[in-house]
């Protein structure tokens, strides 16, 4: 088990499950979702919404 958590695989392995769960997210439409979030909580904090 040690020699396998000391290659490159379960790196490479976790960055393509995120990356599938990014395109998977975006497929959905969360982006815009998200991205509204994130402007709001911007603008609360600057003061200006």
Do not use: H, Q
């Not at 695989?9 to 994130?38: D, H, N, Q």
């Amino acid at each position: 088990m040690k020699k396998i958590l000391d290659t490159r695989w379960p790196g490479l392995a976790l960055a393509a499950a995120g990356i599938l769960m990014m395109a998977y997210g975006i497929f959905r439409g969360e982006m815009s979702v998200v991205l509204t979030k994130a402007i709001n909580i911007c603008m609360e904090c600057v003061g200006i919404g």
